[in-house]
């Protein structure tokens, strides 16, 4: 379990990195896709919600460091967005294309519903989305069309950060 939170936490760290850096050159309207939200995602459903909440709090800090949010604010979403998807291990087939668009679209949406509770809780030091501006369904987009080509190449590293169970 540790070198799976320990590797999972530098992929979404990287691609953190990766969206936050080299991403930004081709971003519509100054927004990037969240490949690390999409790593924490299939880490979670692949290896429970103790993985998720572990990876996604380490990851978070890392991006509140590399981001003008407040410190605390991605780990914050993360360890919930990694509890609440790790619930579901096991319970899914993630074939090729539909099913990491379908989770990557509501974890998008779960994202957005978090950091909009806590905008209203914080209404000045957080930034919240807005559900029907063009910038969220921007990322929304990004983040469906993007996740099937995210998870392949996750798929590639998987004895490194998903553990197997062993019957």
């Not at 460091?65 to 899914?92: D, E, Q, R, T």
């Not at 063009?134 to 069309?145: I, K, L, Q, S």
Request: proline share 4%; no cysteine; glycine share 8%.
């Amino acid at each position: 379990m540790i070198k799976s939170i320990v590797f999972s936490t530098i992929a979404i760290a990287f691609f953190a990195t990766l969206q936050s850096t080299i991403l930004q050159h081709i971003a519509i309207l100054n927004v990037t896709p969240d490949l690390a939200l999409l790593v924490l995602l299939l880490v979670s459903l692949r290896n429970g919600s103790m993985v998720g909440q572990f990876s996604g709090f380490f990851a978070g800090f890392v991006q509140d460091f590399i981001s003008s949010a407040p410190l605390g604010f991605h780990s914050l979403i993360n360890v919930v967005v990694g509890f609440l998807y790790g619930i579901f291990k096991g319970n899914f087939f993630i074939d090729k294309i539909l099913v990491p668009v379908v989770i990557a679209l509501t974890g998008t949406l779960l994202k957005a519903l978090l950091s909009n509770i806590l905008g209203w809780l914080f209404p000045s030091a957080i930034p919240s989305y807005s559900f029907v501006s063009v910038r969220f369904w921007v990322e929304a987009g990004y983040n469906t069309v993007l996740s099937p080509l995210v998870f392949l190449l996750i798929g590639f590293i998987r004895p490194l950060f998903i553990v197997e169970r062993k019957i």
